[in-house]
C-alpha cells in the first residue's frame, strides 16, 4: 500500500506502507519531521496529521483516548488524527495525509 | 543568585537514566546534584506516560512510568541526590581549574569536574500555538499579551482573558481567573473536554451564571501593535471568523520537547544528539558525558536499558576525572561488604 504525505514545508512524499504498522511509523521511518515523542503511545498529540477528504471516512473512528489526546494537539480541525492510531492497511492502499504544524 | 554549589557531578536531567546515574556514580562515592525542567523526577516517564506499561525493563516484567521512577528515588536514597527542578540549565562554561560550571535560569551554579547530560530528548516545554507573529506577544510580561503559565494572579485581574484548550491546565485556569478578570472566554476545538470532569462542571455553572463565554472555536490569528495584544480572529465550527478583543491569550495545549540551550553548550551535536564513544559514553569534550536518549554512537537504540548500560560505564570513566590520584576498586554490591554500607543494607 502507498501512502500520500506532505511534510510541513509542503513537499509531497510517497512512502511504502506496512500491513499493521501505524501511519506514524512510516512517516517517520521515510524521514519525515515528526517529533512523536511518545513513541505511538497516544500519549503526546505529537504526530497530529490531517486526513484528506475521502480518506477520513474510511478510517476506524477516533478511540476516545484519541479524542481526549487531540486536545493537546495544536491547530485541530475536523479531519485531525493522531498517526499513531491509524494502522496501514491495503484497505488504505493511496491515503493522504498531511503533517500538522508544531 | 545564590552561592556556587560545588560537587562530584552535575547531571541535567533526572529521568530514569539521570537517576540511575546517581546510583552508579554514587556506589564509587560521587555526590550528584540534578537540574530538571520539570517540577517531579521521572522525565518522560512521569510526564508523557505515568500510568502506562513497560514491558522491557529487566527483571520487571510490567512496571508504569511512574513505579519506575519510584523504585529508581527508592534506589538511589542512600545516595542523597540533591535535585533542581523547575530550572533550566542554561549555560555550561569551564574554569580555569579544569572543572565546569553549569548555571541553571533560576540562578543556580554547580562546580563540577563532571558533567552528565541526561537530557532525553531535551527540555519539556509549553506546545506554541503556529500563529504567525506569537513571539512579539510573547515578551509583554505577566498577565499581558501571550502567556504559557500563570505566574502572579494578581497580574490577571481586571483584564480580558482568553483560554484554549480542553485540558486540566486550561480548565483549573479558567475556574481560578473567572472570579479577578474583567472578562474571561474559553475557546476549545470541541464541545468536550479530557479535563477533570468535575472541572468541566464548574466551568459549565460558571457559563450558566454568565461568568465566562464558551465557544467552540480555535484561535487563528493574533492582532496587536507593537507587541501589545489588542484581539484575536477566532473560527468556528462552521469555518465562520470573528473578531474577539483580549488582552491576554493563555493557551494551554501541554508540553513538547525541545532541545533547548544543550546546543549551544560548545558540543559538536550530530542532528541534536551528541556524539560519544561506547567505553565512556563521553562527548568530543572531555569531562562531559551524555547518556541516554540525547547519545548517538554506532548501534544506539533508544531503550532505557540502554540508557542504564551507560549510565554505569559512564560512572567509571567519571571516576577517573573527579579522583585522579584514587584506584577505582570494581566491586559487586552481592559481595562488598562496604558497598552495602554505602546502600545502608549492612
Known sequence: MKIIAIDRQGQEHTLEGRDGWSVMEILRDGGLDIAAECGGACACATCHVYVDNGWIEKLPPRSDAETDMLDMALAVESNSRLSCQIVCSEALDGIKVTVAPE | MSAPIETDVAIIGAGPIGLFAVF?????????????????????????????????????????????????????????????????????????????????????????????????????????????????????????GVNYAVRKMETFRGKNILIAGGGDSALDWTINLAPLAKSLTLVHHRDGFRAAQHSVNKM???????????????????????????????????????????????????????????????????????????????????????????????????????????????????????????????????????????????
Not at chain 2, 451564571?209 to 495584544?229: D, R, W, Y
Request: glycine content about 10%; hydrophobic content about 40%; overall charge negative.
Open chain 2, 24 to 144: 552508579e556514580l554514587g556506589l564509587l562515592d560521587l555526590k550528584c546534584h540534578l537540574v530538571d525542567i520539570l517540577d517531579r523526577p521521572g522525565g518522560q516517564c512521569t510526564e508523557l506516560y505515568p500510568e502506562k506499561p513497560i514491558y522491557d525493563i529487566p527483571g520487571l516484567p510490567i512496571v508504569t512510568g511512574q513505579e519506575l521512577t519510584n523504585r529508581l528515588l527508592e534506589q538511589v536514597k542512600p545516595f542523597d541526590p540533591q535535585f533542581h527542578f523547575t530550572e533550566m540549565a542554561m549555560a555550561l562554561e569551564k574554569l580555569g581549574d579544569g572543572r565546569w560550571k553549569l548555571t541553571s535560569d533560576a540562578g543556580t551554579q554547580l562546580i563540577a569536574p563532571v558533567v552528565v547530560i541526561a537530557a532525553g530528548a531535551g527540555s519539556f516545554v509549553p506546545k506554541r500555538p503556529p500563529l504567525a507573529g506569537i513571539e512579539q506577544y510573547e515578551r509583554a510580561g505577566d498577565g499581558s
Open chain 2, 204 to 346: 459549565r455553572e460558571l457559563e450558566a451564571a454568565g461568568k465566562i463565554k464558551f465557544h467552540v472555536a480555535s484561535v487563528k490569528a493574533l492582532h496587536g501593535e507593537s507587541g501589545k495584544l489588542a484581539g484575536v480572529t477566532l473560527s468556528g465550527p462552521d469555518k465562520q471568523e470573528w473578531h474577539h478583543e483580549t488582552d491576554v491569550f493563555l493557551p494551554f495545549f501541554g508540553l513538547t520537547i525541545k532541545l533547548g540551550p544543550i546546543a549551544e553548550f560548545g558540543i559538536n551535536l550530530h542532528e541534536n544528539l551528541i556524539p560519544v564513544d561506547t567505553a565512556r559514553y563521553e562527548s568530543p569534550t572531555p569531562g562531559i558525558f551524555a547518556i541516554g536518549d540525547i547519545n548517538t554512537y554506532p548501534g544506539k537504540l533508544k531503550l532505557i536499558l540502554s540508557g542504564f548500560h551507560e549510565a554505569a560505564l559512564m560512572a567509571q570513566a567519571a571516576f577517573h576525572i573527579a579522583r585522579p590520584n584514587e584506584k577505582l576498586r570494581f566491586q559487586y554490591t552481592t559481595s562488598s561488604s562496604s558497598l552495602q554500607k554505602k546502600l545502608g543494607v549492612a
